[in-house]
């Protein structure tokens, strides 16, 4: 069990168990046992070494590694191309109906930095044209679409789309919109929330029409990475891959304890990359292709997201005074820190959930707990930095504003907040 609590010398205090006043432990967990004391309702963590091993409480990589990482998060397919273009045939589909325009329009995003000076001023001036899909061709071929690595090749002295592949980049990074809207500096980590993943799957020729019924009910910003593996349709919100330092759960229901096995699950049975993921509490075992692309890339991959930090709130975003107030109102009636605790806001770290205990389900449209699909059943607390920039919240995205959070948790938990705590309180947690 890491140490997660706040420390005081070889103590870590933090609250016990809703409305358990006093409970005593003496079994060791790892180095620590806990003892919980007293009506004052505190736990006392002694611990006679916190100390963790868990890969994502390493010190800073080198900045080689980080930066071989960020190569990876940008460029990488892992040989996915397997999936996209052998199965998916999408390397047919762009040159013949994605222009710009249209890419745009479902959520992918160009990188302004990887444009030369003479394309920037025919964007500017209308010589290049946004409305010819030859044009999203020489942009792969600059490899200036965040997310798509495409192969272009001369053939009969016409650029030519031969391959595609994505890459991490597609779903966890976006763009500043600084040169206009979908095009500018990339910001890797952030949520493509702009980005519409079924519907790009569904331009596939190779789907049955009852399975792109399927992609094109998810909408923008959502994606189901169990679809495939289960057949059943509940897209989960396109979460951030920023923040994660020091957070051992890093998904929604904590299957894994680092970044490495979200990124080989992701790597294998979401992006089609070439290597293997097993994973006994879900049934899932996965092997393609006969090299593994994906393995020896992970340590880098991780390090350069782990060196990824939230995003502070832009200045004049949020009421400083209201947020004031709000953080009272965190600590107390509101009761959200009783999970939302520590630097990162968050206990995932220390335990998770059961379902009974979150407010973002049932599910939206009636689909299957997403918890029942995933390794543990549970969920673990998001932790809340930059939360301000990553709407819709919830795993599910069925919160479509930070304020429409704190009335579910409001009705939901009966907290009896008022109208002006709900009002502070959100103003709090976008200065996150």
């Known amino acids: 069990m890491p140490c997660r609590a706040r420390n005081y010398g070889h103590a870590a205090i933090i609250q016990p168990p809703h409305g358990q006043s006093s409970w005593r432990r003496g079994a060791t967990m790892n180095t620590i046992q806990a003892i919980w004391t007293g009506s004052a309702g505190m736990m006392i ?16 990589a080198d900045p080689a590694t980080i930066e071989q990482g960020k190569q990876i998060f940008r460029f990488d397919t892992f040989g996915d191309e397997r999936q996209w273009s ?37 964007i500017q001036d209308g010589s290049v ?9 020489a942009l792969l071929k600059l490899n200036a679409v965040v997310g798509l690595v495409g192969k272009v090749e001369t053939v ?6 031969t391959r595609v592949g994505v890459t991490c980049a597609l779903c966890h990074s976006t763009v500043d919109n600084s040169f206009a809207p ?25 789907l049955s029409d009852a399975v792109k019924v399927v992609y094109n009910s998810w909408g923008k910003g959502k994606y189901d990475p169990r679809f495939n593996l289960d057949g059943k349709n509940g897209p989960q919100a396109i979460p951030p891959a920023y923040g994660l330092k020091g957070i051992h759960r890093i998904t929604s229901t904590g299957d894994g304890d680092d970044v490495a096995y979200w990124n080989r699950y992701v790597a294998v049975t979401q992006m089609g990359g070439q290597g293997s993921f097993s994973d006994s509490r879900l049934g899932v075992s996965v092997t393609y292709g006969t090299l593994d692309l994906v393995s020896a890339k992970l340590p880098a991959l991780q390090a350069y997201q782990l060196s990824l930090e939230a995003p502070a709130p832009p200045p004049g975003s949020f009421d400083v005074a209201a947020a004031s107030r709000g953080k009272l109102v965190f ?24 379902v009974s205990d979150v407010v973002s389900e049932p599910e939206p449209g009636g689909a299957p707990s997403y918890a029942s699909r995933s390794a543990t059943k549970m969920y673990r607390t998001a932790p809340l930095r930059g939360l301000w920039q990553h709407a819709p919240y919830f795993h599910n995205g069925s ?6 959070v704190v009335t579910t948790y409001n009705t939901r938990k009966a907290l009896g907040l008022s109208a002006a705590e709900i009002a502070d309180l959100t103003e709090y947690l976008k200065s996150i």
Do not use: Y
């Open 331 to 354: 600590s107390s009636r509101g009761q959200c820190i009783s999970c939302h605790s520590g630097a990162q806001f968050t206990d995932a770290n220390m335990r998770l959930h059961p």
């Open 156 to 161: 009969s002295g016409k650029d030519t789309l």
């Open 399 to 404: 919160a479509a504003t930070l304020g429409d």
């Open 129 to 137: 044209d946004l409305k010819s899909p030859a044009t999203t061709v």
């Open 86 to 122: 052998d199965t998916w045939r999408l390397h047919e589909v762009i040159p013949a109906a994605v222009d710009p325009v249209t890419a745009l329009a479902v959520g992918l995003k160009v990188d302004a930095e990887a444009l030369p000076a003479a394309v920037v001023k025919g």
């Open 182 to 206: 979908g095009i500018g500096k990339r910001l890797d980590g952030w949520a493509n929330r702009d980005l519409n993943p079924g519907a790009i799957i569904a331009l596939s020729p190779a």
């Open 45 to 60: 963590l002694l611990a006679s070494g916190c100390n963790s091993n868990n890969a994502n409480d390493e010190a800073p």
